[in-house]
């Protein structure tokens, strides 16, 4: 029986049809299939790596025919598919493809990749499907990510549950950037009658603190935003610290958005816990011991502009032939192009600081702002706990939790 593709949420129906119908009949484009799903303001990025993935499947009905009729090619992955192992390399290589394509922030999606791929090499692993009934072994992946996927709000529900003890009345609250479940928490406790307020930093580059800050005013919840350099002023008003994370790793430690280290190091100094709300299906197999260990970090990352020394004169002066030695240096406003300032027209002069009446209207070039990472790595030392959809746990517990099932699966 046909397995019709797959559809998760109420509203998606039409961004899915039109998804189909820009599909190229001969090959699955699993990029565009992943921006599909994201572009739900509630499908997180795990959840729509999972849902891409599982599309994959969805749309490989014809290619599983072809392997349980003895057919070589698949014409949806252009790729020999003729054992259950080759159907599993072919999602991982769309899983390849899709973290090479947003390698500059991979780590979450990479979480809900991974996710994926352990649960269908866990029905493969425990004899749930066998070569006979891959068409069951699809409708099976394509029905529990669907649930899944539907499931992400009573997630979010009880980690919220989780953490309300902790939320007293009139508590300060400073948040960074924009996580759903750390909103949808706060929301909850003003909902129950809560008197709360939050700071929130704006979180440059991407300003996603505006977005939390939209919403909980919307909803009558008092909240300030806060620039990113004014944690350390503000921290001696706040209660506590609530943050969200692109991933939990191996160390217990959580990446998150730039910032997030600092804000948490800040917090250990004034003796204000730090609390993580994360989802379990971003807990990642990875285990960074500093901040470039992280997949996101490359060479131009922190890099500094390059220019050639001029010739001199004298006995230093370098030979004919030998290389001039380059030296970092910083530019200076004068020679950014005004097109980089949001506030300068084609034809005048980059604003200064002493021309500009608003110093919030300079933004920062976009060459350098590209030299400035995404997001970063927080060590478990200055996490106090982590609230989860498995319960509330330690940085210490979650450390032990995913080396061992690390460990498992790599014995498997």
Known sequence: MSQAPLLTLPGQQQRHSTFKKEQDATKFDVIAAYKTFVS??????????????????????????????????????DSTVATMF??????????????????HNSVSLSAGCEVFYQFISSL????????????????????????????????????????DAFIKDDSVILTHGYSRVVVNAL?????????????VTETRPR????????????????????????????????????????AVVESGGIVNAIGSCQIAMIARVFNKPVHVLAESYKW????????????????????FDLVSTPPTSGTNSPLPGTPRRHHPVLRT??????????NASPLSKPPTLSSSSNSMSNVMPVGQAGRNPEVDYTPPEYITLLFTDAGILTPEGISSYLVTMSLRSESA
């Open 40 to 77: 739900d303001p509630d499908i997180s990025m795990p959840v729509a790596a999972m849902q891409s993935l599982s599309e994959l499947i969805a749309q490989t009905e014809s290619a599983l025919r072809a392997i349980m009729t003895n057919a070589t090619r698949c014409p949806l992955t």
């Open 86 to 103: 080759e159907l599993m390399e072919a999602v991982k290589d769309a899983a390849t493809k899709l973290k090479r394509h947003y390698s």
């Open 124 to 163: 493969r692993d425990f004899g749930q499907v066998e070569n006979k009934d891959f068409e069951g072994f699809k409708s099976h992946i394509i029905a529990a990510v669907r649930e899944y996927a539907q499931n992400t709000k009573q997630v979010k529900d009880t980690i919220a549950k989780h953490v």
């Open 187 to 199: 929301l909850i406790s003003h909902r129950k009658g809560r008197r709360i307020s939050v700071y």
């Open 207 to 246: 300003g996603l603190g505006m977005k939390t800050h939209e919403i909980l005013t919307k909803a009558e919840i008092p909240c300030t935003i806060i620039l990113d350099s004014a944690v350390a002023y503000t921290m001696d008003k706040v209660d506590m610290v609530m943050v969200g994370c692109e």
């Open 284 to 303: 990642t197999r990875l285990f960074p011991l500093s901040q470039y260990d992280l997949p996101t970090h490359n060479d131009h990352i922190l890099s």
């Open 333 to 342: 406003v004068d020679s950014i192009p005004s097109l980089l300032f949001s």
